[in-house]
T-cell receptor, first 111, second 114 residues
């Protein structure tokens, strides 16, 4: 399983764009990159997933460079409600193989 | 609402006791995962079942056991409880979708051991 490294915490202000970078130097050819969001006392929630280049949905964008050794989750115009822990996961979950949650990045959005 | 249900929501018990946590996956999901999250800690993977069979084990103590039943619901049994077992226990479910998979998490069971 590919090991991931993320900043432990980040601060931002409402209305700003937030970029959280995850390093995964030993990512395998078949691995996908997935981000989850977790609010206090709630289960994590899927945000976005990608394999290469750029993926965008209604919540976030995911940028993956050509070498795939890192990825960046971009949250546009954050609000106070985006304060949460964000987890980067790397792996293949085909047929139920497990993914590993790392320590995550604790994002604090201030008014 | 993820579609994954967990019962009970809260559980308070004493050291040395045994408890059972229950998880019902989303309709059609074959995989069930169990995680433990202590206060301000990350998610620790415990065990994964796929269609009734154990697929992977993480940092699960010998005092803990789990199973997935034919109707695909799962139970996590915790015995000889210790104060350090106090935590949030999450289950997640997923269905294989090609080369990717998305885990849908339940609301969790908060276990307090006194």
């Amino acid at each position: 399983l590919a090991k991931t490294t993320q900043p432990i915490s980040m601060d931002s202000y409402e209305g700003q764009e937030v970029n959280i970078t995850c390093s995964h130097n030993n990512i395998a050819t078949n691995d996908y990159i997935t981000w989850y969001q977790q609010f206090p006392s709630q289960g994590p929630r899927f945000i976005i997933q990608g394999y290469k280049t750029k993926v965008t949905n209604e919540v976030a964008s995911l940028f993956i460079p050509a070498d795939r050794k890192s990825s960046t989750l971009s949250l546009p115009r954050v609000s106070l409600s985006d304060t949460a822990v964000y987890y980067c996961l790397v792996g293949v979950n085909n047929a139920g193989n497990m993914l590993t949650f790392g320590g995550g990045t604790r994002l604090m959005v201030k008014p | 609402d993820s579609g994954v249900t967990q019962t009970p929501k809260h559980l308070i018990t004493a050291t040395g006791q045994r408890v059972t946590l229950r998880c019902s996956p989303r309709s059609g999901d074959l995989s069930v995962y169990w995680y433990q999250q202590s206060l301000d800690q990350g998610l620790q993977f415990l065990i994964h079942y796929y269609n009734g069979e154990e697929r992977a084990k993480g940092n699960i103590l010998e005092r803990f056991s789990a199973q997935q039943f034919p109707d695909l619901h799962s139970e996590l049994n915790l015995s000889s409880l210790e104060l350090g077992d106090s935590a949030l226990y999450f289950c997640a479910s997923s269905v294989p979708a090609g080369a990717t998979d998305t885990q849908y998490f339940g609301p969790g069971t908060r276990l307090t051991v006194l």
